[in-house]
């Protein structure tokens, strides 16, 4: 269940006194701690003892060292399986928060309070939680929904500008695969400000939400929320490899212009809503350098994403605005064909 909170966290308060919770754990970010910790505390009633667990900001801590030290404090301050966690943060937070909670002694319940767009609109929501191994994205997890979701937009003016265009590349996505008008609405923001975004929000968390209600477990229709996150989810990768992480909107942006070209090249959309689509994302995205990934580089990543099956890269890739097909396999002509017109963009 999603909640939008208003500014003295009722909901929030009303949860934490209806339900026998022994003990709170907050996990945060060194960002969160500063901006947001203080003004959940101090909007926070509860006449439990909390803890505040605290982790480095970065997509190159969502991994299983951090989470066994996770368990680890837990353990050493003796949360029992009716503890609490709270995940406030980002996608990371949320991720790794929800892991650790799912997987402690068997589970604990735990809740999201997303602090970024990117967080508010894809990753607290669905029930994936997970970690990543070496270098792929996401590769150890569970499927469990948190208790609840409690949104506060305000945290959004926290945010640094790439971390807000971050997040609006999961919106633009949302619209592509499911809701044309959402797509129109987006699209037509000429200005990339919370005051712009924050109109959009909940539509883009209630197309997710609805996606996730029809397949909890991605066997089918969940599958297209993972357009553009193919490619993209091999490059995030390759940087993270690198040691030079980038945002994982800006490699879901250039995943699903890639992805939309290969969409065309697989005659699933027109030269036209191939055009439009492409030119709407880059208004938004600056290019992002692939020129020291190889094809082998990428190709040898695609070949262990998880959507994959009998050694076959599936795809998620729109059949329209607004439309989505999912188990999309593709030559490795037309992928590599796709990718070097991305590359190309740099020189347009």
């Known amino acids: ?14 949860f934490l006194q209806e339900k026998s919770f022994s003990k709170i754990f907050i996990l945060v970010d060194e960002n969160t701690h500063e901006y947001c910790l203080p003004v959940l505390l101090g909007n926070m009633e509860t ?16 991994n299983v ?17 009716k503890a609490l966690v709270i995940n406030l943060g980002g996608g990371v937070i949320t991720d790794m928060g929800g892991f650790v909670a799912s997987t402690y002694k068997r589970g604990i319940q735990f809740i999201n309070i997303p602090t970024t767009l990117l967080s508010m609109c894809d990753a607290s929501i669905g029930g994936k ?24 937009p305000k945290f959004l003016e926290t945010l640094p500008f ?45 197309i997710k939400q609805a996606v996730v209600e029809k397949d909890f477990q991605e066997k089918n229709i969940r599958k297209n929320l993972n357009f553009g996150h193919t490619i993209g989810h091999a490059v995030e990768s390759l940087y993270l490899r690198q040691g030079n992480p980038v945002l994982h909107g800006e490699t879901v942006a250039m995943g699903m212009i890639t992805e939309t070209y290969l969409a065309y090249l697989e005659e699933l959309i027109s030269e036209g809503d191939c055009i439009l689509i492409i030119e709407s994302i880059r208004k938004y995205y600056p290019y992002l350098d692939i020129g020291d990934f190889k094809d ?8 262990n994403d998880k959507k994959n099956m009998d050694s076959h ?9 607004g439309a989505c097909i999912f188990d999309k396999q593709c030559s490795r002509k037309n992928i590599t064909k796709a990718i070097d017109f991305y590359r190309k963009l740099n020189d347009a």
Do not use: C
Not at 1 to 14: A, G, K, P, R, V
Not at 163 to 188: C, T, Y
Not at 313 to 321: K, V
């Open 47 to 62: 006449d439990l003892g909390f803890e505040i667990l605290e982790i480095e900001a970065g997509e190159e801590m969502k």
């Open 162 to 206: 790439k971390e807000l265009r971050s997040g609006f590349a999961e919106m633009l996505k949302h619209g592509l695969i499911a809701d044309k008008i959402h797509w129109k609405n987006l699209v037509q923001i000429n200005k990339l400000d919370i005051e712009g975004i924050i109109p959009h929000i909940k539509t883009s968390m209630e």
């Open 65 to 81: 060292q951090t989470a066994i030290q996770l368990w680890e404090i837990l353990t050493e301050m003796q949360a029992d399986r």
């Open 313 to 321: 890269i599936n795809f998620s890739l729109i059949s329209g605005i």
């Open 129 to 152: 939680t997970g970690i990543d191994l070496m270098h792929y994205k996401n590769m150890v997890g569970t499927f469990t929904f948190p208790e609840r979701i409690f949104v506060y």
């Open 1 to 14: 269940m999603i909640t939008i909170l208003n500014d003295n966290f009722s909901e929030l308060n009303d």
């Open 296 to 303: 082998d580089d990428i190709f040898s990543l695609l070949l």
